[in-house]
Structure formats: structure tokens, C-alpha cells
């Protein structure tokens, strides 16, 4: 059970502060998050245990046709905690990635044709539409904040994260959560995407971690001698 926004230390934010920040953004430039323009739900699992599973809210930009970037949130409430990002990129583009990268990126096909990756209020019939894509693409996760384990701020080295990849995997209790939170039926949306196909060639076997459990490790390594570092300033 994720941790409570309110649980996260510090003081509240001052008025002068708020007045501020409104001063702010009526002048400043937010560009590249005014191109976000989609809100996805799914699941992810930590890449070295998928008993540990997270309900993870994308918004998402696109790049071009090719590649989305999505910032990952725990909910879709105001005091939501950015946990972290994805990347999405088509079926083409993953093929042209090295083999020691492709486990890294995990498939989609499951998550869209089994309904539970979905838009939250956005009909069926339009969301269906930009469904199709997302079935054959690949997506690269990683989350920076555990709030599975109810850590209050974003501790430890970034995790990478997979989805699910067929039934049985998720955790029955976070599904019905979701599907009673956000009003929506997974079976019955499994039935009117059951036409969706997935990447052209197959789900790549290098993908979801190759099969295998992945995590990611610190280590100290040697700097290079100061002397050996380019000046950058004159």
C-alpha cells in the first residue's frame, strides 16, 4: 500500500511562495510539459520481483510517431508523487536498439489487449483508437520512489520496472481496486480489444528482461585524475 501524500516531511507551502509560483507561470514557458496530452493507467512491477506491483499513472508527450516520454505519477490527484519515467518507442525503433539494451524495455501487447492499460475517462471507442499503437510498442521504466514500501521521499537508486505479460500475474486485489476506483471492467474491455494484434514480428524474446529478473546494483568506481578532466572554463 502506497504511503499517503500527506505523509511526505517538510512544511506546508507559505502563501508568499504560492503567489510566486502564480506570478511565475504567467509569464514563464512550460513547453515541454504543455505537450502532454495523454493519461494512462497500467501496472508495474520492480524488474527483480513482481510480487512487488505499483499502479502507475503515465502523462504522456509525443516526440513524433516513433517515441512518447511519460512522466509517472502514484495517482491522478493534485498532491500525486512523481515516481517516475517511460519511454515508449515503436516496434521499428526497438529493433534497431543493441541486444545487451533490449531487455531493458518491456512489450505492451498483453497490458492493451487484456484491458488493463486504459485511459482513464476517455470512452472505449476513442481510447481503442490509440490502443492499437501502443499494443505493438516498447516501453523503458524507471521508478525513483518506492512508495510500495512507504518510503516518504525518493530513496536508493532507481529501480527498473516491466508489466505484465500474461494472466495470472497481477495481484487480484490491486485489479479490482483500480476497476472499482475508476469505474471500468478489464474482462469486459479484454472482449472489445480482443482484434488487437501486437508487433508485427512477434514479441521480441530479448524483451521483458529476456524472461529473466533484472536489477540494478551501485558500485564505487576510480575517477580519473583531475588533470585528465577537460577545462571548461578559461
Known amino acids: 500500500m502506497a504511503a499517503a501524500t500527506g505523509q511526505i516531511p517538510g512544511d506546508p507551502t507559505p502563501f ?11 509569464i514563464q ?3 515541454p510539459i504543455s505537450r502532454i496530452h495523454q493519461h494512462l493507467c497500467a501496472f508495474h512491477f520492480y524488474a527483480d520481483d513482481m510480487s512487488r506491483q505499483i499502479e502507475a499513472h503515465h502523462f504522456c508527450a509525443h516526440l513524433n510517431e516513433d ?11 493534485p498532491g500525486a508523487r512523481l515516481i517516475g519515467v517511460e519511454y515508449i518507442v515503436s516496434e521499428p525503433i526497438y529493433l534497431t536498439l543493441p541486444d545487451e539494451e533490449k531487455p531493458l524495455w518491456h512489450s505492451h501487447e498483453f497490458e492493451v489487449k ?14 481503442r483508437q490509440d490502443l492499437e499503437k501502443v499494443a505493438k510498442t516498447y ?29 495470472g500475474q497481477l495481484h487480484e486485489n490491486l485489479s479490482q481496486d483500480v476497476e472499482k476506483k475508476f469505474g471500468v471492467s478489464f474482462a469486459e ?3 472489445r480489444r480482443a482484434y488487437m494484434s501486437g508487433p508485427e514480428h512477434g514479441v521480441h524474446p530479448l524483451a521483458n528482461g529476456a524472461g529473466k ?8 568506481v576510480a575517477l580519473p585524475p583531475t588533470a585528465s578532466v577537460p577545462r571548461v572554463f578559461v
Do not use: Y
Open 139 to 167: 516501453g523503458k521504466t524507471f521508478h525513483f520512489w518506492q512508495v510500495d514500501r512507504g518510503d516518504e521521499l525518493p530513496l536508493g537508486i532507481p529501480n527498473l520496472m516491466m508489466a505484465l505479460t500474461r494472466d
Open 213 to 220: 529478473g533484472l536489477k540494478l546494483e551501485l558500485r564505487e
Open 16 to 26: 508568499s511562495v504560492s503567489l510566486a509560483e502564480t506570478a511565475s507561470s504567467a
Open 189 to 191: 474491455e479484454r472482449g
Open 29 to 31: 514557458s512550460f513547453a
Open 114 to 127: 487484456s484491458g488493463i492499460l486504459f485511459l482513464p475517462g476517455v470512452s472505449g471507442a476513442v481510447q
Open 67 to 77: 517515441v512518447r516520454q511519460c512522466l509517472v505519477f502514484d495517482s491522478p490527484d
